[in-house]
């Protein structure tokens, strides 16, 4: 983390603090590093000075040549744009307005639709408050013009079992490469006669028809309380954050799914991702820290999850919609009851931030350091290889899950309720013994903490007992032939 400089606070310099002399006295008369002409309006990272306008265009810049990149995204593809009304995603749905705006000279080929998740219930807000955010986001996502998606997280408590499985991904003749597909899709429109080479606004709007939320914008409260029960019942604000990050995820993923969207946009930036590599080490999951925070995310295999913001730091963001008035709505945090130690989210967030006041490239070495790893570890085979809940390959084997599980069973079999268990197979499946092999380390850790089975959403506890049944069944056809062959041999 150290400079080696004297004169940015490293190792050879005095022991006054770096952020004390980290700009020039005169630093707000500093011309722009771009153009040289206009006068500094801010200053991204030392000795990088942009005046307004050169700021804008390097921030576009920047998130047009991620997509370009990468080529992930082929023109005329359904993308869900995932809202949370923040810095970083608002600012992901500038760009995209803007870059398929008639004005812009190379525009984006893709169709976007916007999706919003309400989580109100859990973070403590009343009803008036959950209809006052919703109208204020539901008038954000009508200013776009595109088609949008309204969810609430009760809601993700009736999703389908299938959820927990991956998509089938596209079989038949192979797809065509990336230029072939802009090439033929520029060809097309010429053929229609469509001579702005892009994807116009007023065709977006009938993409979809969605609408207006139905009535009532909330769900009914007997949905409310049972989600606030589940995350009652969590033990630790850790786990609650991750069973929140688990259920928008689910959620959004079924609506790509029911949709027909193949690609989900996510706003993480290059602040959050790396709070999000060194949150993911702490909890476990290290092996699979490059699909979690990595420019894509396939392990659902039919939708692809996408990051195009993961290059921008929060100071960056924050500058721009700043400057370029950029709406946002802002959430509350989860409601926890210690301020001191709230979760290890909290805690690794409020580390890397204080120490990039200090030493600037904190952030972007953390992040340069995730790019170095490879998703390989997070890929499984098969179903019984692959994680309950996060999907990816199961990293537990031998003496580590012998030492695991005693910590992790306190209960060996608790009523299942609802009626789900009629026999004494599936009360066997309604165990927090029958769920462990199911996990993977990080998930069997936030598992320890959920509470009691019967809290868990529905479609959580259905598709572990059709695995488990699915194992116990393999397991007896392999038994039957070795039984069989006592009679013969006598």
Known sequence: MCDATGDDGGCGADAAPARRRRLPADSHSRPCMKCGQGTAAL????????????????????????????????????????????PASSAMLRQVQEGLSRETAKKLRFIPSLIYVDEGAVRGLSAAQREQSLARMETLLQATGFPYHLAHLEQALELPASILQPGPEKS???????????????????????????????DLGTQDAVGSPPTPRLPIAARTQELLRLFEAVETSTAREELLQMLRTHLIL?????????????????????????????????????VDTGFVDNRHGD???????????????????????????????????????PSIHRLIERFLLGLQEDFP???????????????????????????????CALDIAGEEELALEPTLITEETEPAGDGCCQDAT?????????????????????????????????????????????????????????????????
């Open 43 to 86: 200053v991204i990272r030392l000795g990088d000075a942009f005046c307004r306008d050169c700021f804008r265009e390097y921030f576009v810049h920047k998130f047009r040549a991620m997509l370009g990149k990468n080529r992930v995204i082929f023109p005329g593809e359904k993308v869900l744009l995932a809202l949370s009304g923040g």
């Open 172 to 202: 038949g003749k192979p797809s065509p490469s990336y230029k072939e597909a802009v090439e033929g899709f520029i060809q097309q429109q010429r053929q229609e006669g469509d001579g702005d080479g892009g994807t116009s606004l007023p």
């Open 254 to 290: 079924q609506t790509a799914r029911t949709r027909g969207y193949t690609k989900v946009m996510t706003g993480e930036s290059c602040t959050r991702v790396a709070i999000k590599l060194l949150t993911n080490l702490a909890l476990g999951r290290g092996a699979f820290l490059a």
């Open 303 to 341: 939708v692809m999850v996408v990051r195009p913001m993961r290059e921008y730091m929060a100071k960056e963001i924050a500058f721009y919609n700043h400057f370029f008035d950029v709406p946002t709505v802002i959430a509350p945090p989860l409601p926890t009851k210690r301020q001191e130690k």
């Open 361 to 391: 490239s904190t952030i972007s070495t953390v992040y340069r350091t995730g790019e170095k790893l490879s998703p390989a570890p997070a890929k499984a085979s098969s179903e019984s290889q692959r994680c309950l809940l996060c999907l």
């Open 426 to 490: 599936a009360a066997g499946a309604e165990s927090r013994a029958a769920f462990i092999p199911l996990l993977c380390y990080g998930c069997r850790l936030t598992f320890k903490e959920l509470g009691p089975l019967a809290t868990l959403p529905p479609y959580v506890r259905a598709e572990a007992q059709r695995r488990i049944r699915r194992a116990q069944m393999e397991q007896q056809s392999q038994e039957v032939p070795l039984e069989d062959e006592e009679p013969g041999k006598s």
